[in-house]
């Protein structure tokens, strides 16, 4: 397990899960239309739904960033 990165003194823990409120800042997609895609599952990354939460694992969420990123492609969705 890596450590936890240390800023000033505190321990900041990085989380395995993020909200759905984090994707959506992370990616810049529109916030209804990513909510009826985690509701239809139809994002390009796995969705957790716990109660009425979704989540969405980190290292999920960046294998894709960086396929992304790698391919020079947009992957993005057409969520706005």
């Known amino acids: 397990m890596t450590p936890a990165p ?3 003194g505190r321990i900041w823990i990085e989380r395995d899960l993020i909200t759905l409120h ?3 800042d992370l990616t810049g ?3 209804t239309s990513t909510y009826e895609r985690a509701r239809t ?3 390009p990354i796995p969705t957790l739904r716990m109660g009425r939460q979704y989540y969405f694992s980190r290292r999920a969420y960046e294998a894709y960033r960086d ?3 790698r391919c020079g492609l947009n992957l993005d969705l ?3």
């Open 6 to 8: 240390i800023d000033n």
């Open 29 to 31: 997609w529109g916030r």
């Open 41 to 43: 599952d139809s994002l």
């Open 67 to 69: 396929r992304r990123d």
């Open 22 to 24: 984090e994707l959506i």
């Open 78 to 80: 057409d969520i706005t």
